[in-house]
């Protein structure tokens, strides 16, 4: 896989549930960065958890990161129709931690 | 909440011409980048930017591209000879710092090339 593959690719999930998206990546990191983007819209940074955290919380948002797994979730609680988006993880690596490599994204749709 | 702001919102050029896509990022950020989107796939890394200098930069980010700081709030992306496979979405982004810290992103230019 390719550095910073999100899965599944797509959910599709009703308003009230959590949706949890998955990360891997493969080198090593300086921090992991989760954003959010709406159909042809900007990049919304949503959370960034660095490389000795484990774990981190942003109001409905929780995300963890495992280095020995070279991976990360991001769990959104109690999801709304506006969570409706793509998610997308993007890694700093340690050589180039200025350059976000990103991945794929999770296409996310929240039905009523 | 301060905000990079970009413009114009879509570009449309004619293969071989000139682009400049302009952004002004976060007034108290020093690092500045320019990311790029081709429909329906990931969002790749071009250049980062820091003290009026390239501190990164990726293999797309030739020599038909480049970067500048014309003034305090300003920054730009020219592509001096617009090919089709330039046609994307291109973002540009700040930080405070490099590395350690989250990255601001525009909402974006769409650059169209016929």
């Known amino acids: 896989s390719q550095q910073g593959e999100e899965d599944p690719q797509a959910l599709s999930i009703q308003e009230g549930e959590n949706a949890t998206m998955n990360c891997s990546y493969k080198?090593?990191?300086?921090?992991l960065q989760w954003y959010r983007q709406n159909s042809g819209r900007g990049l919304v940074h949503l959370i960034l958890i660095r490389s000795n955290e484990r774990e981190k919380h942003s109001g409905r948002l929780r995300v963890t990161l495992d280095t020995s797994k070279k991976s990360s979730s991001l769990l959104i609680t109690a999801s709304r129709a506006a969570d409706t988006a793509s998610y997308f993880c993007a890694t700093g690596s340690l050589r180039a931690a200025s350059k976000l490599t990103f991945g794929t994204g999770t296409r996310l749709q929240v039905t009523l | 909440e301060p905000e990079v702001t970009q413009t114009p919102s879509h570009q449309v050029t004619q293969m071989g011409q000139e682009v400049i896509l302009r952004c002004v990022p976060i007034?108290?950020?020093?690092?500045f980048y320019w990311y790029r989107q081709i429909l329906g796939q990931k969002v790749e890394f071009l250049v980062s930017?820091?003290?009026?200098?390239?501190?990164?930069k990726s293999e797309i980010f030739d020599d038909q591209f480049s970067v500048e700081r014309p003034d305090g709030s300003n920054f730009t992306l020219k592509i001096r000879s617009t090919k089709l496979e330039d046609s994307a979405m291109y973002f540009c982004?700040?930080?405070?710092?490099?590395?350690?810290?989250?990255?601001?992103f525009g909402p974006g230019t769409r650059l169209t090339v016929l």
């Open positions: 930017f820091y003290n009026n200098e390239i501190s990164e």
């Open positions: 007034s108290n950020h020093l690092y």
């Open positions: 982004a700040s930080s405070i710092d490099t590395g350690t810290d989250t990255q601001y």
């Open positions: 080198t090593s990191i300086n921090n």
